[in-house]
């Protein structure tokens, strides 16, 4: 069964360096998100992505945080300068149609801002 | 505003027991419901969905979740448990309106005893 992929596993980086966390995507599906997590707290929304835009993003999105799709197949979130509370795992998900299907999630990203 | 409650954050079970995992939601038009599992340093894995029909589902592993509207409940129970069940469950609401995305629980750890 196909599967989201996310790269790399691990990530630690200090505090004011920027981070990209790599997504790829089920192939046919058109309707992307980031969700993070922080240790011992729930899944959080952080933005959903179609048609090569955002559709929503909540208020933990800020402009610190960008997406991007760069090819037909990647599936990117930038954070420019992080932060302590930065650290989290970070879950990519996709889905094939709006609402009928179920959200299918790579295994996360850890970060780690020290 | 949509929400999901899982008022239980631990529960612990001896193997072989019956488990039921509570979760109450808050949306005002029919809501797609899903429970997930995560193992420790994992991914989010889809147990079972509901969208409509019966509202009794079944899900992989043996879990089952039973959808009552009048309630705003979709609790999921498993009538024997085994140890590699031992995982966090999340309970998630899918919106319909505006942006599909989900919504989740701030989960619930289940221990399982020997």
């Known amino acids: 069964e196909p599967e989201v992929t996310q790269t790399p596993s691990h990530q630690v980086t200090q505090m004011g360096q920027e981070v990209i966390l790599r997504c790829v995507p089920i192939?046919?599906?058109?309707?992307f998100y980031w969700y993070r997590q922080i240790l011992g707290q729930k899944v959080e929304f952080l933005v959903s992505?179609?048609?090569?835009?955002?559709?929503?993003k909540s208020e933990i999105f800020d402009d610190q945080f960008s997406v991007e799709r760069p090819d037909g197949s990647n599936f990117t979130l930038k954070i420019r300068s992080t932060k302590l509370e930065d650290s989290a795992m970070y879950f990519c998900?996709?889905?094939?149609?709006?609402?009928?299907?179920?959200?299918?999630f790579g295994n996360g990203t850890r970060l780690t801002v020290t | 505003a949509q929400s999901v409650t899982q008022p239980d954050i631990h529960i612990t079970v001896s193997e072989g027991a019956s488990l039921e995992l509570r979760c109450n939601y808050s949306y005002g038009a029919t809501p797609y419901l899903f429970w997930y599992v995560q193992s420790p340093g994992q991914g989010l894995q889809l147990l079972l969905k509901?969208?409509?029909?019966?509202?009794l589902v079944q899900g992989i592993k043996g879990f089952e979740a039973e959808f009552k509207r009048s309630q705003s409940s979709f609790n999921l129970r498993k009538p024997s448990v085994h140890w590699s069940d031992a995982a966090e469950y999340f309970c998630a609401v899918g919106t319909t309106s505006g942006t599909y995305k989900y919504i989740f629980g701030t989960g619930t750890r289940l221990k399982v005893l020997a």
């Open positions: 509901y969208f409509s029909g019966d509202t």
């Open positions: 992505f179609y048609n090569n835009e955002i559709s929503e």
């Open positions: 192939s046919n599906h058109l309707y």
């Open positions: 998900a996709s889905t094939r149609d709006r609402a009928v299907s179920p959200l299918h």
